[in-house]
């Protein structure tokens, strides 16, 4: 059973930074896109930022400048440093990891609570 495990939410105060990490298994994360979405109270889940496998990256037009991801191929692990962040960054945070294989993938992590307020 794959597994996504996710770590690195929490509260923060407007302008503050967080880093989450997900670290997986070596095969999903050497072919896998790596991405994290989240979901706000009352909202659908969306895509926050991704990263492939050779490094190219994509994020949503409301973290860009603010959000960074990258990934650690020795560990297996992909991050998402947030700085500045807003009131509107509050949800809940998911690491997801997709592609193909054998078959076609699509893993999800546990979810991590991002809380920003004063």
């Known amino acids: 059973q794959v597994q996504l495990v996710e770590s690195g939410g929490g509260l923060v105060q407007p302008g503050g930074s967080l880093r989450l990490s997900c670290a997986t298994s070596?095969?999903?994360?050497?072919?896998?896109?790596m991405g994290w979405y989240r979901q706000a109270p009352g909202k659908q889940r969306e895509l926050v930022a991704s990263i492939t496998s050779g490094g190219s990256t994509d994020y949503a037009d409301s973290v860009k400048g603010r959000f960074t991801i990258s990934r650690d191929n020795a560990k297996n692990t992909v991050y998402l440093e947030m700085n500045s962040l807003k009131p509107e960054d509050t949800a809940v945070y998911y690491c997801?990891?997709?592609?193909?294989?054998?078959?076609?993938?699509?893993?999800w992590g546990q979810g991590t609570q991002v809380t920003v307020s004063s």
């Open positions: 997801n990891a997709k592609g193909w294989g054998i078959a076609r993938f699509d893993y």
């Open positions: 070596r095969i999903i994360f050497s072919i896998g896109t």
